[in-house]
């Protein structure tokens, strides 16, 4: 049996991989900007110090060079260099210039009269620019009255006694590289445009161009495989819970998605439980309707028998015992009714309860004082180990606690023999409050410790006034103190010969 493969992509949060895969072209697309524009930054540096270079060498060898072997030496060095050189007198006029022996070294085209493709990348070198934040360059244009002061480098570099360069856009955006150098009471100037360059920066941007398609691509298919990774289990799940919801299959699973931790994974295993938790319910409303009918069908046959039976009996002795017979089913019937409500109720109110710190020991005080005074008690006698104030506390709903308590004394009450004590005692034990409630009565056989909790559970003592009990006291009490996070158990006494013990744990909390 092959392994299975670990589901790492499951395991990330729904967030990240989302973001993961929209960053991926940004940062792809960030990274090639700066890396293009680092890239042209550094050729242009590259190119300024050649220039520079070629224009302190041109100084240097026409400061050594006498009068008449300028021209010649002028010329050796643009046919070198491929630059146009030019030098301009102290009173800024031209007096030599290397195109009038060489020829134009370089040829300034115009846009205009170049194909669409050109047109093309240079709004996309205007776009790169913009997008970079490039401060923008000066047009290059040949002066119509070529002196120095037309060169603003040349008029520097006379100022300054150093070498100054400059970079220009040529019409059609190529760089036009220039350098001026002073040689004595003369400047030289060197222009060259260098269309190399702009065939280079234009052949990165395009394989930059090629890589971040590719990542388009991958992006896209990544966002696929990211959809297919959310709406996948999503159909999956909403097509269960549309199931659950129409309720024509009895039992509908819902995918739990174990393997997954993020969100889905989560909303799957939330669903699951809550379909599961539903059908219990609905299981439950239907068992509980079911007892319902079983249980209110006895009084009412008994009550619908008495009735008849007042239409045909003469005897006056047996019609008082009929109409008995008829109020003790009226009787059952009211407590039925009564505790099938309470019952009903119990589940959506304790939804619904604000739980507030409860302190049982006066709690349960009182209510064994309004036993004292209750005639269903019979002789039965109670007492009450209270313990310190605001040692028994516990998060919950007061009203509900005394009820489910009540109910386990008035169990207990029922199955006292005459004079018998039952026992109420509570206290904190760690992190729990326990209540104990012992009587001394017959005790629970073993084997009907988890069915005496079950509604309409009838075993009921034989001397017991007939319709006292529903069957839901013990029903109602787990169902509080379930609610409450708690739990309820019956045992055997073990320090007494005979009688139950029931036992309610609760978590404790600290009083306010």
């Known amino acids: 049996m092959s392994k299975r493969r ?29 890396y293009l524009d680092a890239f042209r930054n550094q050729l242009s540096e590259e190119r300024l110090t050649l220039i520079h270079r070629e224009a302190e060498m041109t100084a240097s060898v026409l400061a050594i060079t006498p009068a008449a ?25 031209l007096r030599s210039d290397s195109w009038n022996a060489t020829g134009p070294t370089y040829t300034l085209r115009d846009p205009t009269t170049q194909k669409w493709n050109k047109d093309a990348a240079r709004a996309l070198d205007r776009g790169f620019n913009a997008l970079v934040g490039a401060k923008p360059l000066d047009d290059f244009i040949e002066p119509a009255d070529d002196k120095l002061q037309s060169w603003s480098e040349g008029t520097y570099a006379r100022q300054t006694g150093q070498a100054v360069t400059k970079v220009r856009n040529a019409p059609d955006l190529t760089p036009v590289f220039s350098a001026a150098a002073p040689v004595g009471d003369e400047t030289v100037l060197l222009t060259t445009n260098d269309r190399e360059f702009t065939r280079t920066i234009r052949s990165q941007r395009t394989s930059l161009a090629m890589a971040m398609a590719i990542a388009v691509v991958l992006s896209v298919l990544l966002s696929l495989f990211l959809a297919r990774t959310i709406v996948r289990p999503l159909r999956r799940i909403a097509l269960a819970a ?32 809550m379909s599961q938790s539903l059908r219990q319910r609905m299981d439950n ?49 009211d407590r039925l009714i009564g505790d099938i409500s309470e019952a009903a109720r119990t589940d959506a109110e304790l939804a619904r309860a604000k739980f507030e710190p409860v302190d049982l020991g006066p709690v349960i005080e009182q209510l064994v004082s309004s036993w004292e005074h209750r005639r269903e008690k019979g002789d039965a006698r109670l007492a009450f180990a209270r313990p310190r104030r605001a040692t028994a506390v516990v998060l919950g709903d007061a009203n509900r606690l005394v009820r489910a308590i009540d109910n386990i004394i008035d169990n207990a ?13 509570a206290a904190r034990v760690g992190d729990e409050v326990r209540i104990r409630i012992d009587d001394e009565g017959p005790g629970v056989p073993e084997e009907a410790r988890e069915a005496i909790f079950n509604r309409f559970h009838s075993i009921r003592p034989e001397e017991e006034h007939f319709g006292r ?31 139950a013990r029931f036992t309610i744990t609760l978590p404790a909390t600290e009083a306010v």
């Open 242 to 273: 549309h199931r659950v919801r129409l309720g024509r299959a009895r039992e509908v699973k819902v995918p739990r998605l174990p393997s997954r931790t993020d969100e889905i994974g989560q909303l799957a295993r939330s669903v699951s439980d």
């Open 413 to 425: 009450i029922s199955f006292s023999p005459p004079g018998g004590l039952v026992e109420i005692a």
């Open 69 to 93: 072997a300028r021209d010649s030496i002028l010329l050796s060095l643009a046919r070198s260099t491929g630059s146009r050189i030019r030098v301009y007198g102290s009173d800024g006029s």
């Open 6 to 34: 670990p589901n790492w992509f499951g395991q990330l949060p729904l967030t990240r991989r989302i973001l993961a895969v929209n960053l991926l072209t940004i940062v792809l697309l960030a990274f090639g900007v700066l």
């Open 469 to 499: 009990h529903s069957g839901l006291g013990l029903a109602i009490a787990r169902a509080i103190v379930e609610g409450h996070d708690g739990e309820i158990d019956v045992q055997d006494r073990d320090d007494a010969p005979s009688g």
């Open 285 to 333: 409303i239907e068992h509980f309707a079911a007892d319902v009918t079983h249980e209110l069908k006895n009084p009412l046959a008994s009550l619908r028998s008495a009735l008849d039976g007042l239409d045909r009996v003469e005897d006056p002795k047996l019609k008082l015992q009929l109409l008995a017979v008829a109020k003790d089913d009226v009787v059952r019937l």
